[in-house]
């Protein structure tokens, strides 16, 4: 069934803002469609991390009105022959590097639908190898924004898009350090069984509420907004404190 496009454009990037390149790619956006309302979900993912900005694009699923058109450009095989990819899940529309980008936004909805990009067809003559972003994904982007292409006609069903380990599969870990230096950790808030403890790099953190319910500098581990359990410190970096990052295996400490 074909979404209804809502004129919004959701960007995700590891541009960061030193430089015009986030400009630019809103820029190529607002030729496509004048008319389109651009939102940030966010510039700061790490350079070239596309297991970070998979991650990133997970959290945003269902936090937008319907329709919305995400164009995520985490990209360090810009300009080699890796393939480019839009696609419809959890009623809106995602445009992005077939490099795993959108591993876990396709994992959680079964009726997803891929299509692949090919500039050539769309009309779209990329003015350099090296930004992609600027030259076809944001004006496929600005396209969909304001119905001038339909999904289905911007090209041919993908049936093998490159996908990454699911967040959830495998041993417990963290996948992701936010700013503030919490863990987040894979174990869904809902995880079954009754632990008092989680530990990380040989220490036992106690389960929590909410982070005052500690003091000062204190560790916890607590279910965060993501609907993960973490491991935080109360006004401090658990990451920094201990010295782990993404990956770093846990375990559960039965009460």
């Not at 979900?41 to 319907?66: C, I, K, T, Y």
């Not at 050539?120 to 924004?145: I, N």
Request: proline share 7%; hydrophobic share 45%; aromatic share 8%.
């Amino acid at each position: 069934m074909q979404i209804r496009p809502s004129g919004h454009v959701v960007l995700l990037t590891d541009f960061g803002h030193r430089d015009p390149y986030v400009g630019i790619l809103r820029g190529a956006v607002l030729r496509a469609n004048p008319r389109a309302t651009i939102v940030d979900l966010g510039h700061e993912v790490p350079a070239q991390d596309v297991e970070a900005g998979a991650f990133w694009l997970w959290s945003a699923v269902d936090r937008f009105v319907p329709g919305s058109v995400f164009v995520a450009v985490v990209d360090p095989g810009v300009g080699t022959p890796r393939r480019l990819l839009a696609a419809q899940a959890h009623g809106c529309y995602w445009v992005a590097p077939d490099n795993g980008l959108l591993t876990h936004v396709l994992a959680g909805d079964d009726s997803a639908d891929v299509r692949l990009l090919d500039p050539e067809h769309l009309q779209l003559v990329p003015a350099s190898r090296t930004f992609h972003g600027r030259d076809v994904l944001a004006p496929v982007g600005g396209w969909l924004s304001g119905g001038r292409y339909g999904f289905s006609a911007l090209g041919e069903r993908l049936p093998d898009p490159v996908r990454l380990p699911e967040m959830t599969a495998g041993s417990h870990r963290v996948v992701h350090v936010d700013a503030f230096g919490n863990l987040i950790t894979n174990l869904p808030a809902a995880t079954a069984g009754n632990f008092a403890a989680i530990a990380v790099a040989g220490r036992q953190v106690a389960v929590h509420g909410t982070y005052g319910e500690v003091p000062d500098g204190e560790m916890l581990a607590l279910v965060g907004s993501f609907g993960f359990w973490e491991i935080a410190r109360n006004g401090g970096s658990a990451a920094k404190l201990l010295g782990v990052g993404r990956g770093a295996p846990i375990t559960l400490v039965q009460a």
